[in-house]
């Protein structure tokens, strides 16, 4: 990998601005960033394609900590970045323009950053089955790759973009299924009015049609930090990569206790009970329960959202289990709640993992 002060030499003859980037795990990336690109443009430039997906301010999967220098930030979303974040010294990459020499630090490890660029890969749709209101999974076989044979590794967690047939645009959705050697590709998508790649599913897809699918890629992931209890809680389709982690806990038989809070606004939301009960009877030590907001009255489960389910799970944990790392992924609104109640019951910082879906 090129030096920061390689890095520094080349770019002075170019007018670039020295950049470098430090992952978690201390690896550091040094290369120019020319005037008026991005420090996202640069890195892909320079052959190291970061964890990103709207590449817009949109979707927040860019975000990095400045610790020197001084930039300009594009426009962007409040949600993606929000000001006090933003104050904090928080960027989105897509959208960092440096004025000089700049360093910032990555949220995630190396192993995240892809340095052959993003993989590329056809497929072809095998399953498109409505689940729940609004919500449709998503079943897909790749095709068998020169490079990367016929498999379909990644870790649980990440993403990948699918571009809406006969367009350019590309939109994020979360894995739900495991790393596999046969292709498979599983996503629940929630459907949204009017939206370009919710219009495709809903008026036009259909089992057969060929996709292109940009990925694996993306930052969320199983963390190891030895044997504290893993809760994952999700909201809507937000299940997805929660799901993937839960699976991956099962298929590996981690020892760690495990429990999944699943939560949707009413009844008819709900969906992939089938799914948690697999993990349930397959994990070492896993429980869920699902949780509807406003149910109707044939709902028998539990009443109320994520939050307050994660708050009052921390108020009666078993002490002996010791206070969990907590994975939340959804809507930002719900990502952030949930967040709080975790703070709020004990939980360090340090040991909340989120993934906000936002527009892409
Ligand atoms: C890392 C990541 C992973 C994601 N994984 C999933 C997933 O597994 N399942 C899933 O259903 N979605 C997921 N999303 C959201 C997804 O990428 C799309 O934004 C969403 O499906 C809408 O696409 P669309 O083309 O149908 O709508 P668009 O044409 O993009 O938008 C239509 C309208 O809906 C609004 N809108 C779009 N997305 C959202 C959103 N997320 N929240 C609120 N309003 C929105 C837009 O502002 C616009 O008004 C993920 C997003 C990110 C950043
Ligand atoms: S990639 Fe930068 S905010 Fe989406």
């Known amino acids: 990998m090129t030096s920061a002060t390689e890095a520094t030499g080349a770019t002075a003859a170019t007018g670039a601005s020295p950049v470098t980037l430090t992952t978690s795990d201390g690896e550091h990336l040094a290369f120019g960033c020319a005037p008026g690109q991005t420090v996202l443009e640069a890195a892909t430039e320079w052959g190291a394609a970061l964890p990103a997906a709207c590449r817009r ?18 426009t962007h979303s409040p949600q993606a970045l929000p000001p006090g974040d933003r104050d904090a010294g928080a960027v989105l990459l897509c959208r960092t323009r440096p004025h000089g020499p700049l360093t910032a630090d990555l949220p995630y490890g190396n192993s995240r950053i892809l340095y052959g660029g993003v993989p590329v890969r056809e497929g072809t749709v095998t399953a498109l089955e409505p689940v729940a209101r609004d919500t449709v999974r998503v079943e897909l076989l790749l095709d068998e790759d020169e490079e990367l044979g016929a498999g379909f590794q990644f870790d649980a967690g990440q993403f990948v973009e699918v ?4 367009r350019e645009e590309r939109r994020a959705y979360s894995l739900a299924n495991t790393g596999n050697w046969d292709g498979r590709v599983e996503l629940f998508v929630r459907l949204r009015p009017g939206g370009l790649f919710s219009s495709y599913l809903h008026d036009r897809a259909r089992v057969g049609d060929r996709l292109t699918v940009h990925g694996p890629q993306g930052a969320f992931g199983l963390r190891e930090t030895g044997t504290r209890p893993r809760w994952f809680v999700g909201g809507g389709t937000g299940l997805a990569p929660l799901l993937s982690m839960a699976r991956q806990m099962a298929e590996w038989q981690d020892p760690q206790p495990a429990r999944f ?7 008819e939301d709900v969906f992939a009970e089938a799914e948690l009960e697999a993990v349930a009877a397959e994990a070492a030590a896993f429980a869920y329960e699902i949780c509807v907001w406003r ?10 959202t994520p939050a307050d389910r ?29 967040a709080a109640a975790a703070l709020a019951g004990g939980v360090p910082p340090e040991h909340v993992f989120r993934e906000r879906f936002l527009p892409t």
């Open 310 to 338: 994660v708050a009052e799970a921390l108020r009666t944990a078993d002490a002996a289990d010791g206070l969990p790392d907590v994975y939340v992924c959804g809507p930002p609104p719900l990502v952030e709640t949930v």
């Open 163 to 166: 571009r809406v047939p006969g």
């Open 261 to 267: 809070f699943f939560g949707v606004n009413e009844t």
């Open 57 to 74: 301010g949109t979707c927040g999967s860019c975000r990095a900590t400045v610790t020197g220098g001084s930039y300009d930030l594009d």
């Open 295 to 304: 149910p109707g009255p044939e709902w028998r489960g539990a009443v109320g």
